[in-house]
């Protein structure tokens, strides 16, 4: 699980922060997501369809600020990816999603 390594990096952020004397800053994990997007790709005001674990998000940069303009309410795509891959018995390395697509590639067969 994410339990152990959560913490282990929260107790060394702590230390860190501690020794050199700098605060420890809040970053919600959506918009970090979001951002380093924008940093590689340089998009100005990106709307964004976010699917990651437990949430599916359309979100868009609007007034200085992030906005929520959808998301779902039930299974998530990431949720759904994850079980999908699962149930092929794909490896989880480097992720379910980057898997399923890698072998939709070789895919001959179209619906």
């Known amino acids: 699980g994410m339990g152990g390594p959560l913490a282990v990096c929260a107790l060394m952020a702590r230390i860190l922060s501690l020794s050199w004397k700098v605060p420890i800053v809040g970053v919600n994990h959506c918009v970090g997501h979001i951002e380093m997007g924008r ?15 437990g949430n599916t998000q359309v979100i868009a940069y609007s007034n200085k600020r992030y906005r929520i303009f959808g998301e779902t309410i039930d299974v998530a795509v990431g949720n759904c990816l994850d079980r999908f891959a699962r149930v092929l018995n794909l490896s989880n390395d480097p992720a379910p999603g980057y898997n399923i697509e890698q072998l939709a590639k070789k895919g001959t067969k179209y619906i």
């Open 39 to 53: 940093l590689v790709t340089g998009a100005e005001n990106p709307v964004v369809l976010y699917v990651s674990g």
